[in-house]
């Protein structure tokens, strides 16, 4: 979304030249961005996906037994599980470890921290990718989910998005 807007502030004005003009400029670096990101993200309770249909019952029901705390990612539009975690500050740890991974294959990293109900957690995950990824904490940005992800994700969701600026 910041490189859209930010591509939209730079883009040539009316009867300027440039190589792409006006919105498919601003398309064509958003694509460009969206092809460097990645994102991961765990929620705090397999109850949601279950009742979502992402995750059968019988799954649900024995990751909760065990403790298992999913490590999502997006792949070609789908969600997939990255890795299975048995605490929740382990799975937040790897959460961690898996986006300042993704960091240093970028050039110039942009990070956001995304919850739901969590402002203290993701703020101190924030600060643990800030010096992981050898970037300044004001360069990470923190938000909360949007309903509608919420609602799928439930409460205690926490999410890490890496992109190229």
Do not use: N
């Amino acid at each position: 979304m910041l490189a859209a807007v930010e591509a939209a502030r730079e883009r040539p004005r009316r009867g300027e030249r440039g190589d792409l003009a006006g919105g498919a400029a601003v398309a064509e670096r958003v694509r460009e961005v969206a092809a460097s990101s990645s994102v991961f993200f765990l929620v705090d309770s397999l109850d949601h996906l279950r009742r979502g249909g992402r995750l059968s019952a019988a799954a649900a029901a024995l990751g909760t037994v065990l403790g298992m705390r999913p490590i999502l990612t997006l792949k070609g539009g789908h969600i997939e599980v990255r890795e299975k975690v048995r605490t929740r500050r382990a799975a937040r740890e790897r959460l961690v470890a898996l986006a300042v991974e993704a960091a240093a294959r970028l050039e110039s990293p942009r990070l956001g921290v995304h919850h739901l109900g969590q402002p203290e957690i993701a703020a101190e995950v924030a600060g643990q990718l800030a010096t992981g990824a050898g970037v300044d904490v004001a360069e990470v940005t923190i938000s909360q989910i949007s309903a509608v992800i919420g609602a799928h994700a439930g409460p205690g969701l926490l999410s890490v998005v890496v992109a190229e600026r």
